[in-house]
């Protein structure tokens, strides 16, 4: 509703407008700009910055051009706050930037693609899960090309079945994705027969569950779903951990862990499960050659970010490539109906529907690394295939 | 009162000719970060009436901003009420969060004062963050907050929107100004400067304070309504305890209790914050080195640059 | 039984974290904005020295010792210049204190997480109530408990105690009595900065270091700090105490609503005992 009223909004406005802005841009400039809005600091520091060495790669990759121009970027930083975010990719955008790459956080994303409507602007997401970003018939300018947190859950009860668990005890940030989220996965529950024996909705940055936890040992649950991610889901974990709690109960969530997290959360994390956006020990060889480049040029295997990053850019900017012309339309209508065989996860499909990449899910659980991994790491179980993940479009 | 004078005119031409860049310089840069400073300096002079003037710190202004904000978007987006009319309900929406608010921080003074409107703050940024969600989209915000639509102009078009900030903005500060030398805005300085005496004066100090907050909730509420439409969005962040500190930091690094001082600030400060994060990652702590210097060393803030050491506006409109 | 135990846990974890800044307060008359970025920098430098040691109470010990050095620094170089100004250049001044140490531990440390495991001897839980109890929640709750009888100690019942009070009821008065005031407030600046550190070194095993944790507990502090009535020790711990109880018993019974139960409490504190549920009249600020 509201974004209905919004793009009939923009739509007059674009009627009435005296100053087209895509036709001044059609004209061919001097470089590609690419106005990367990510988070550098605050809550989502970390994650900017591995982003920003995955996109670098891709760029790097194929030699720093696309379309015969050299590839700009102006990396901005959000302060994980849409604000920022709006501000510096409008003056991005005032200075002729092609397009939009960000953000993190799902809050910032959102306030960037009203933004990007708005101008018509191209705007790839890369990392952001809320379902909300890829709406059916929504922003007509905007992409993602990772995981929506949707797919997540439809992994954890995929899980949950493949486990046999029976009674699940369930945490969820109290927040409009993950309780949509929660929603989803109770309907999944059940269908499949799984009895949902508690929930709690603990409040965004909780830094104490140990009440929750309480009463999860005191359940007879066999399984505990954490429907929350980044600080909360490493608190709760590491928080299980003085209690033993995963002697005897499976912890999994749809984005609770991945090498970085397991790190964060120190061995409290062995055994925890969960939904993977990206790992380098997938294997083809599209995969290996951008795992043993990255660590060639930082020492470090890639995380889900930078993994995610690489591989939403690559495939976008071989169809700029391919598509031979300046024309932003021509670029959105070609990226709407693409396939990305050679993703770094296998086959990655664009929704023309809902600008959504069909892709497959991975599944793992934290166990100890050796040398040259690191001491914890995501050993990937399963490989969930896209149709059990995505409804038809 | 020579160097007062001067000091004065030269704030206000320096103030004008920021608003006249964007009009003459090609490129949005300039037309974004203006929009942007001119939407915070009418925050912040409409904060340093309660401030400044009234001598009460409140820290919970970033509620009356953001429900300003919300008011707009809702209205415009769920109830398809026209632009001015919402502009107006947000300025309304502002003022009765503030009398509201006022009704219980007022009945404590000082710190106490502070610190409840930080609480009373903070609990409308956890409403809006989860209870309310169904109203103001939880944390994710709302976008696609509208533009103006009036008189056929493209108002989606930045410098267009500009100059519909730029005649708010006058109208603005030149209502502050007429407030400030009226018989009220004496009034008020007199609470500041001695709230027995002003009773003993027979004035109504309780009413006083209520009032000044409630005109500042107005122009926070006005404030939230246009950075709401500048950036298409809204979110819970404009609520956050940290917005009350920043348009606190701008107006004590501007001068409080002047009419022009806090406009600088809040240039100063975005210019710094615009110039310094191109430079360098570390833009934040630097700017907190800037803060503890001019604390120190500014007393009486950018406006004390100019207005000469002894200052602190005693009386009349600055 | 076992939301009792844990409640008491709670309750001197918010104890912990809120001591230094209501001492400041009382002391002082400084509301410390930078509580919160001590409290990280405890934490990070307890990170640091377990990383070199390998022991968590050498951690304990030292970090809130080193944090304690760099805020008696704080308080000569910056702080002791606004003292004699209005409450607002000492607020904005700790404002700015926030960014700069912000920043510099992200220079120093990064971005990436950080992680203290529980020492080694508090891992195994210990089976109370029908319930599992952490053992480091036992500990936190006695060390809570000692500190807090330390304080107390010390500020109401030692010389020391005595001096602290003198010279914050009246400087003019404790300088003719020989006490050197500037002294004892640099020493107070630093004690409270120590308690900060102390706060964020015990919580670091329980949550993951990174650079927002500052940010997210000041507000708890403060609710702590006013309900206790600003500036009182022993309003603090049965503040803590109020608080940590009723969010234990808010999360069993209704997890959605603990955040604005706490502010309820806040608020109702504010109106109808502005000066803390537990001060006694013109004790304190």
Redesign the interface.
């Given at each position: 509703?509201?974004?209905r009223?919004?793009?009939k909004?923009?739509g007059t406005?674009?009627l009435?407008?005296?100053?087209p802005a895509p036709l001044v841009r059609a004209a061919t400039p001097d470089d590609f700009h690419i106005a990367a809005i990510l988070s550098?600091?605050?809550?989502y520091?970390?994650i900017g910055?591995d982003m920003r060495k995955g996109a670098e790669q891709a760029v790097a990759e194929r030699g720093g051009t696309v379309l015969g121009k050299p590839i700009r970027f102006s990396w901005?930083?959000d302060e994980t706050?849409?604000?920022p975010a709006?501000?510096k990719a409008?003056?991005l955008?005032?200075?002729g930037a092609q397009m939009i790459f960000g953000a993190v956080s799902?809050?910032s994303t959102?306030?960037l693609?009203?933004?990007s409507?708005?101008r018509k602007v191209p705007h790839l997401v890369t990392i952001s899960a809320?379902d909300?970003i890829t709406k059916r018939d929504g922003a007509p300018y905007s992409f993602r090309t990772s995981n929506t947190l949707g797919m997540e859950i439809n992994m954890s009860m995929e899980f949950v079945k493949s486990r046999g668990l029976k009674k699940i005890y369930a945490v969820t940030a109290?927040?409009?994705?993950t309780r949509s989220g929660f929603e989803r996965f109770e309907e999944l529950a059940k269908e499949a027969g799984v009895e949902i024996v508690g929930n709690?909705?603990?409040?965004?940055?909780n830094?104490?569950y140990?009440?929750?936890i309480?009463?999860m040992?005191?359940s007879d649950a066999d399984g505990i779903a954490v429907m929350a991610t980044g600080?909360d889901g490493?608190?709760f974990v590491?928080?299980a951990?003085?209690?033993?709690l995963g002697k005897d109960k499976v912890i999994f969530g749809p984005v609770l862990q991945d090498d970085?997290?397991a790190?964060?959360?120190?061995?409290a994390a062995l055994g925890v499960n969960s939904g993977v956006r990206y790992h380098y020990s997938v294997d083809n060889p599209t995969n290996n050659a951008f795992v043993a480049a990255y660590r060639e040029q930082h020492g470090e295997m890639p995380s889900s970010f930078a993994g995610e990053a690489y591989d939403g850019l690559r495939w976008w900017l071989d169809v700029v490539e391919q598509s031979d012309s300046w024309d932003v339309e021509t670029w959105v209508e070609a990226f709407a109906n693409s396939v990305h065989e050679t993703s770094v996860e296998g086959r990655k499909e664009m929704r023309a529907c809902d600008h959504q990449a069909a892709q497959v899910g991975l599944w793992g659980e934290v166990v100890k690394g050796e040398a040259p991994l690191p001491e914890l790491t995501m050993k990937i179980n399963e490989i969930f295939p896209a149709d059990r993940l995505f409804d038809a479009c | 009162m020579t160097r007062r004078t001067v000091g004065q005119t030269l704030m206000a031409v320096i103030i004008a000719a920021m608003i006249a860049i964007p009009f003459f310089l090609p490129g949005e840069q300039w037309v974004n970060l203006v929009s942007l400073i001119l939407i915070w300096a009418l925050f912040a002079i409409g904060f340093d009436l309660v401030f400044g003037v009234t001598g009460m710190l409140s820290f919970g202004h970033a509620a009356l901003l953001g429900s300003g904000g919300y008011a707009l978007t809702v209205l415009t987006l769920s109830y398809q009420v026209g632009f001015l009319p919402a502009l107006l309900a947000a300025a309304v929406m502002g003022a009765l969060l503030a009398f509201c608010m006022g009704l219980f921080a007022l009945r404590v003074s000082g710190l106490f004062f502070a610190l409840l409107t930080l609480a009373l703050a903070q609990m409308v940024y956890i409403l809006a963050s989860n209870k309310l969600r169904a109203l103001t989209g939880g944390v994710d915000g709302i976008p696609g907050v509208p533009r103006p639509d009036l008189f056929g102009i493209n108002f989606y078009d930045n410098r267009n929107y500009y100059a519909f900030i730029v005649v708010v903005f006058l109208i603005g500060l030149a209502v502050m100004a007429l407030l400030r030398a009226s018989p009220f805005g004496r009034a008020l300085r007199a609470v500041q400067a001695n709230d027995t005496r002003a009773s003993q004066l027979g004035h109504n100090v309780h009413a006083l304070r209520q009032s000044a907050f409630v005109v500042s909730g107005a122009y926070a509420g006005i404030s939230g309504g246009l950075l709401a439409s500048l950036m298409f969005y809204i979110s819970p962040q404009m609520l956050h305890w940290a917005t009350s500190g920043d348009v606190m930091i701008m107006t004590v690094l501007g001068g409080k209790g002047t009419l022009l001082g806090p406009i600088l600030g809040v240039a100063v400060f975005e210019l710094l914050k615009e110039e310094l994060s191109q430079v360098t990652q570390y833009w934040y702590g630097i700017l907190g080195l800037i803060f503890i210097l001019a604390t120190i060393f500014l007393r009486n803030g950018i406006a004390g640059l100019f207005h000469g050491p002894d200052d602190q506006d005693q009386g009349g409109a600055s | 039984m076992s939301t009792l135990i844990i409640g008491l846990s709670l309750s001197f974890l918010l104890f912990l974290l809120s001591a230094g800044l209501t001492l400041i307060f009382g002391m002082l008359g400084v509301i410390n904005f930078a509580h919160g970025a001590l409290y990280m920098l405890g934490a990070y430098v307890s990170y640091q020295i377990v990383q070199i040691t390998g022991s968590f109470w050498l951690g304990l010990l030292f970090a809130p010792l080193i944090v304690a050095a760099l805020g008696a620094l704080i308080e000569i170089v910056a702080l002791k210049r606004v003292y004699s100004r209005d409450h607002i250049f000492q607020l904005l001044l700790t404002f700015g204190l926030i960014l700069v140490i912000d920043d510099a531990t992200k220079l120093i440390w990064g971005f990436d997480y950080k992680q203290v495991p529980t020492p080694e001897m508090l891992t195994a839980p210990v089976a109370l109530f029908g319930s599992q109890i952490p053992s480091y929640r036992l500990f936190v709750i006695a060390f809570g408990a000692l500190v807090s009888l330390g304080l107390f100690l010390l500020l109401d019942r030692s010389k020391w105690g005595m001096i602290i009070r003198a010279a914050s009821s009246d400087a003019d008065m404790a300088r003719t009595l020989g006490i050197d005031v500037n002294q004892v407030r640099t020493g107070v600046f630093a004690l409270g900065s120590f308690l900060a550190a102390l706060g964020g070194a015990i919580t670091a095993p329980l949550v993951p270091i990174e650079l927002g944790m500052g940010f997210s507990v000041i507000i708890d502090c403060f609710v702590v700090v006013i309900i206790g009535g600003l500036g009182n020790i022993r309003g603090a711990i049965f503040a803590s105490l109020l608080l940590g109880m009723t969010r234990a018993v808010g999360f069993t019974y209704a997890t959605e609503w603990v955040e604005l139960l706490t502010f309820a409490l806040l608020i109702g504190t504010l109106m109808f005992r502005p000066e803390g549920l537990f001060s006694y009249k013109g004790r304190s600020a």
């Open positions: 509703m509201k974004r009223n919004f793009l909004n923009a406005a674009a009435v407008t005296t100053l550098f600091s605050g809550a520091g970390l910055n901005e930083d706050k849409p604000q709006v501000q409008s003056r955008l005032g200075e799902s809050a959102l306030a693609q009203s933004l409507t708005q809320d909300a109290d927040y409009q994705a709690d909705f603990a409040p965004l940055g830094r104490d140990s009440v929750i309480d009463k040992i005191r600080n490493i608190t590491k928080q951990g003085q209690v033993d970085i997290f790190a964060a959360t120190g061995p | - | -």
